[in-house]
């Protein structure tokens, strides 16, 4: 017999249920401290000034353009994405939750990268190998031209590229968390075209899972492609930054500049293009 108090309880949520997955995604594939670090170092390298202005293409919730005014008083940035839904939970919950005087430094807009007209600033960065979207020459040709314009002349464009022979693979990567299992899947691959289909899945300790939370349809560039489209959009050098090891031989997460690579079988590495 149910009870008038049984009949009210709330049914009990998964963790799935309860989980947000842009705070999941966040945790697990983005490092936007060590990002911006890397962004400001580089740009005092090959500029000998500080940088202020940074727009953060594809930039989804908007972490790294409020990581950029949230360490420097004089920074401004903006974020770009084509999806507003994104663009409105990176207001809510990443904008919106900067102290006052950092929020008024951020601008979001919501467009589309390959024609969005914003002033000049001295660093764009396309992250998380968004632009992988793009899957002709003419495409992502047009995109690396079009970021040009939009850069101070002493600016610079900044990817980041992953490669090896696991990047042509059709796998599943699982990386363990705290409260949850981040599950990278290549779910196709095409050598032909290079096209491959990429998903995110997330598992939790009660049995739950968040299937498809990100689904990505992309061309694998590679790295020979990707310095002579950006040599072709009129940038006047372009420098890969190579990862460095630690003692153990791990990934160290330092990257210097490399004129040769190691063949590992999965690599990630910056480009940086001087405009
Ligand atoms: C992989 S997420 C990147 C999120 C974050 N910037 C990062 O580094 O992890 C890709 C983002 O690109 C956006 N996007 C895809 N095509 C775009 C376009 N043509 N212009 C602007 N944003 C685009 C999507 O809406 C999505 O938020």
Known sequence: MSTA????????????QQADIHELYEEAVQ?????????????????????????????GTA?????????????????????EDTLEWGRANRVGRLP???????????????????EPVDIIGAFNFSYYCFKT????????????????????????????????????????????TYIWDQAEFDPITHRMLCHIHFKFP?????KNAFTYDWRIWTMPELRELLDEAGFSKVRVYWE???????????????ETGTPDPAWIAYVVAEK
């Not at 108090?5 to 799935?16: D, Q």
């Not at 009660?206 to 968040?210: A, L, M, N, P, R």
């Not at 153990?248 to 500049?257: A, D, H, I, L, Q």
């Open 5 to 16: 108090k049984s009949a009210k309880r709330k049914p009990v949520l998964t963790m799935a």
């Open 31 to 59: 490092a936007v401290d060590a990002e911006v670090e890397y962004l400001v170092d580089t740009f005092k390298t090959l500029r000998g000034r500080e940088p202020i202005s940074f727009r953060e293409d594809f930039c």
């Open 63 to 83: 972490s790294a353009a409020c990581e950029w005014v949230r360490t420097g008083k004089n920074r401004i940035a903006i974020g770009v994405d084509i999806d």
């Open 100 to 118: 006052e005087k950092d929020r008024t430094r951020v601008k979001l807009i919501h467009g589309d990268v390959r024609t969005v007209e914003t």
């Open 137 to 180: 020459r003419k495409e992502l040709g047009g995109y690396f031209r079009h970021a040009r314009t939009a850069l101070n002349d002493d600016g610079l464009f900044v990817l980041d590229v992953f490669g090896g022979s696991e990047a042509f693979s059709v796998q599943k990567e699982k990386t363990k968390y705290e409260d949850f």
């Open 206 to 210: 009660d049995g739950s899972k968040i």
């Open 244 to 258: 460095g090891e630690d003692d153990e031989g791990e990934p160290s997460g330092e990257y210097y500049e490399a």
